[in-house]
C-alpha cells in the first residue's frame, strides 16, 4: 500500500496532466495574453472581490454597483474567450469538489457513524 | 496515466489503511465506548462549538463562559484516552492539510504565477 503522500503527489500529478486542466491553463493564458481580454477579467475578478467582501462584512451595496457588476457579468460572458475560460474554471472545480468528498469520506465516516449513533441512544 | 478520480479513490484508500488513520479510529472508538469519556469529549466539543459560533456572530462572551470552557479543557488534557485521540485528531489533521496543499499546487501555480507577473507589469 502506497503512503498517503505518495498517493497525494500521485493525484497532482494526474490533476496536473488532465486534459480538463490543460485546457482550462491555455484558456487562461490566452486571456492573459490578451491585454483587453486580461483588462475585462481582471475587472471582472475584482468587482465580484469587492462585492463578496461587503456582502461579509455586512455593508449596503448601491444601486450603481449592482448595476456596475451587471454590466461587467454581460461583458464577460458576451467575450468567448473569457466565456470559454469561466467553464472550464467551473469544470474543474466540480471535480476538485469531488476529488475533496473522496479523500474526507474516511473522515466523515468515523465522526458521521458516531452521530447516528447519537441519534439511536 | 490514471485519471483523476482514480487516483483520488488510491488516496482515500491509502488514507484508510495508514497507521495514523487506524490508531485515530481506535482512540475514538475507545473514547466513545467508555460512556464518562464520551460524555466528557462531547461536553468538549459543545463548548468549543458553541464558543466559536458566539465569535463568529460577535456575540459577547462572558466571564462564566470562559471559565466553563478553561475548565472542560484542564479536564480533557488530564484525560489520557481523550488527550491521547486529540493528539491523534491533529496529527492526521496535519497530513490532511498538506495532502490539501500538495493537489491544489496545480491551480495555485497557474493563477499565483499570473500574480508574480501583474506585479511586474
Ligand atoms: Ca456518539
Ligand atoms: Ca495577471
Redo the contacts with the bound molecule.
Sequence with gaps: MPNMYDSAYDLEKAIRESEEFKELQQAYEAVMSDSSAKKMFEEFRDTQIALQEKQMQGEEITEEEVEKARKIVELVQEHPGISGLMDKEQRLNIIINDISRIITKPLEELYGT??E??QL?
Design positions: 458516531t452521530s449513533n447519537d441512544n
